[in-house]
């Protein structure tokens, strides 16, 4: 009666165990859906080195010390960098083009703008040119920067500071606003 008695509860605790490991599912949706309701991010990346490729070139590299993925935000997906942020580009044959530093970062993904915060620093390398401004958008599409905000764009002939700034990706084509400063032209530029 013993052995009848011991093999009727291994088999009851085998079934109830059974059960609730099937009763134990998560719908990916359901986590997704919860961590954005708490305003979590579904994934944090630490000392990050991200290398972007076209058609097997290297264009870009990312390095962050965090990166937290809210990409489970159905309206506005965005990554964050609340400890700064260094982008490196490559446009000349695999050379430095630009450096962009920032302290603070989102950068949002239905509509590739960027959105880059605190000692902002871009360094053109081929031309020398560096902005630095508080705060930097950047249209990652058009490849595009711009601020409403304070800037000083120094180049190898002119220091120029204002308020109001635009220019491509490479830093050339500027629109600027609001300027002060000492600006060197040639004669057939006036």
Same mark, same amino acid.
Do not use: W
């Given at each position: 009666m013993r052995i009848i008695n011991k093999h009727i509860f291994k088999s009851i605790?085998?079934?109830?165990?059974?059960a609730?490991?099937?009763?134990?599912?998560?719908?990916?949706?359901k986590v997704r859906d919860l961590l954005a309701d708490k305003n979590l991010p579904i994934g944090v990346a630490k000392n990050t080195h991200h290398v972007y490729k076209d058609s097997g070139k290297v264009t870009s590299k990312l390095i962050t010390p965090v990166l937290r993925d809210f990409s489970n935000r159905e309206?506005?997906?965005?990554?964050?960098?609340?400890? &700064?942020?260094?982008?490196?580009?490559?446009?000349?044959?695999?050379?430095?083009?630009?450096?962009?530093?920032?302290n603070y970062a989102l950068s949002y993904a239905k509509t590739q703008v960027s959105e880059i915060k605190?000692?902002?620093?871009?360094?053109?390398?081929?031309?020398s040119i560096k902005l630095e401004t508080n705060q930097l958008f950047w249209d990652q599409r058009e490849k595009y920067f711009f601020t409403e905000d304070?800037?000083?764009?120094?180049?190898?002939?002119?220091?120029?500071? &204002?308020?109001?700034?635009?220019?491509k990706q490479d830093l050339s084509h500027w629109i600027?606003?609001?300027i002060t400063g000492e600006v060197e032209?040639?004669?057939?530029?006036?």
């Open positions: 605790a085998v079934i109830s165990l059974i609730m490991l099937f009763s134990c599912t998560n719908d990916v949706k309206q506005h997906p965005y990554n964050e960098f609340p400890k &700064g942020i260094k982008i490196i580009t490559y446009e000349n044959d695999g050379k430095d083009s630009t450096t962009i530093t920032g605190g000692n902002v620093v871009v360094f053109n390398h081929s031309d304070g800037f000083r764009l120094t180049t190898s002939s002119s220091v120029i500071n &204002g308020y109001g700034f635009e220019s600027l606003k609001d032209t040639k004669q057939g530029d006036l």
